[in-house]
């Protein structure tokens, strides 16, 4: 290491909220915590509850829907002309068959490489 150009990496320690000081080295220096593993539950293995039924009930009174004042009564709308039947739709392979269905199909070209071997003429 190059001296001079690197920070200083002292002794720290480290407060959770619990009450747990970790001490290690660091070049921050003192810091706190909310959480650790000495009370993180991953770590402990008890569940924390939480306040959900709590934050539910919130949520929904916040956005209850309410009853919406009674619209006017407007005349019934007439009702709409019945339309015909739609043919089914059809793919794309569908449709290049029936536009290929009346015409001769091409020769592969693979085959005009390999020519069949010749036989020998009689003398």
């Keep these: 290491m190059k001296p001079a150009i690197h920070p200083d990496y002292k002794p720290a320690k480290v ?3 619990c009450g747990n000081v970790i001490e290690t080295r660091s070049t921050r220096g003192d810091f706190h915590i909310e959480i650790c593993s000495a009370c993180h539950p991953f770590f402990t293995g008890k569940q924390k509850l939480m306040d959900t039924a709590g934050r539910i009930e919130r949520f929904k009174t916040r956005y209850a829907a309410t009853p919406a004042a009674p619209a006017p009564a407007k005349a019934a709308p007439a009702p709409a002309p019945a339309r015909k039947a739609e043919a089914p739709k059809e793919n794309r392979a569908a449709k290049r068959a029936k536009a290929n269905a009346g015409k001769p199909r091409p020769e592969p070209k693979a085959a005009e ?3 069949a071997p010749a ?4 003398e």
Excluded at 119 to 122: A, V
């Design 15 to 17: 407060v959770c909220a």
């Design 113 to 115: 490489a390999v020519e």
């Design 119 to 122: 036989e020998p003429k009689p």
